[in-house]
């Protein structure tokens, strides 16, 4: 059995999962959508995403009599980890695995059926991440620094999406997602200067199309979403919100082929990852992004609505800068910011005055 994981990007396209389902009530008689797959499964899930959903797959898999375990993983999405679980035989026996919570169990799902070469069902109880869409994991050590993302052969066998769960999730969860999906379209503006659209890859040009038509559509419905899930309403709008935070973030990610759909926001998520492991890991990653926007904003020319995006996160009760993170913003934590960003890929095409766009850009979200 092979551990080796891979990194690089794939050639072949790769549009998220074989199957999806979104309907209240869905754990309920989702039974016939886990048979299809397997009869042995074993759920993976951590010790809150057991209590919220495990009683319900319960009695949905007893009654059709599939029997199933479940595995509980409370730590990071650690290719160290998901391996030496293989090693010792923990996932011995069974024909599928079903990872049920946030993206970090998805993920960690995920590297578990890769490593098994088994199908995957996942089952999220949030959408603040494409997580459950995406053949990919985003990885961490075992003390939670990142790893990087391999990227999967195999997409996802299903994803089934039980909005009675989702429509209970803290607005905080359903912003994250939201506003990771609407990085798309502000990341791809960036990757598009300078080129001929009639020498973008059809896919590239397809998902710059859909990125747009999402971030409009989050762009109305984010605020009214999250105040029918504090006041505790199901309607079309959370909904609709899930919907595009999950799958269409994910098929942006297909039709790009992985490529050329983020820049300066991702980068800044992995910098605090990189060098405040610990401070930053209360934060979620959407959370992590939208900073990087507010910065992604300004480098693309639109100091106004940098600004603007800053005062709706703070809104929304999220942090708008390195500062808010309770990280104090130093010289060295702007100097580390701005070599980490400007020797990555994000930058690899950047103009003449790329650089000095960066560093502006960078002082709108860590406050010297």
């Not at 299903?158 to 379209?185: E, N, Y």
Request: proline share 4%; net charge negative.
């Amino acid at each position: 059995m092979s551990f080796e994981l891979n990194y690089k990007l794939d050639d072949a396209f790769k549009f998220g999962c074989g199957r999806f389902r979104q309907e209240y009530g869905l754990l309920s008689h989702c039974a016939d959508e886990i048979s299809r797959v397997g009869r042995h499964p074993l759920i993976v899930c951590t010790d809150v995403s057991a209590k919220i959903a495990l009683p319900l797959l319960d009695k949905t898999l007893s009654d059709a009599e599939i029997p199933f375990k479940s595995l509980i993983h409370n730590g990071y999405c650690s290719p160290s980890v998901a391996e030496r679980m293989v090693r010792q035989g923990m996932l011995h026996g069974y024909d599928v695995i079903i990872g049920v919570g946030g993206g970090v169990i998805l993920d960690f799902s995920k590297l578990l059926a890769e490593f098994t070469k088994l199908p995957l069902i996942t089952i999220p109880t949030s959408s603040a991440t494409c997580a459950a869409y995406t053949p990919l994991s985003v990885c961490y050590d075992e003390d939670g620094k990142s790893l990087g993302s391999p990227k999967y052969k195999w997409e996802i066998a299903a994803a089934l999406l039980d909005m009675d769960i989702l429509s209970a999730q803290p607005p905080r969860l359903l912003a994250s997602g939201a506003l990771d999906a609407m990085s798309k379209k502000i990341e791809i503006e960036q990757r598009m200067v300078g080129m001929d659209p009639d020498d973008l890859a059809p896919g590239f040009a397809s998902c710059h199309v859909l990125a747009d038509f999402i971030y409009d559509e989050l762009d109305r419905k984010l605020e009214t979403a999250c105040d029918d899930i504090r006041n505790h309403r199901h309607t079309k709008t959370i909904e609709d919100v899930v919907y595009y935070s999950i799958v269409n973030a994910g098929l942006i990610s297909g039709l790009a082929n992985g490529r050329n759909q983020s820049a300066i926001a991702h980068k800044f998520y992995l910098y605090v990852r990189t060098f405040f492991t610990k401070e930053g890991a209360s934060f979620l990653h959407g959370e992590l992004v939208a900073i990087g926007l507010v910065a992604q904003l300004h480098y693309n020319g639109d100091a106004a609505g940098s600004e603007a995006f800053a005062k709706r996160l703070r809104a929304l009760n999220l942090p708008a800068s390195l500062n808010e993170l309770g990280i104090p913003a130093t010289q060295k934590a702007f100097d580390d910011c701005f070599e980490f960003i400007n020797t990555s890929s994000a930058m690899a095409d950047a103009p003449a005055d790329g650089a000095d766009k960066l560093r502006k850009a960078i002082k709108t979200i860590i406050l010297l």
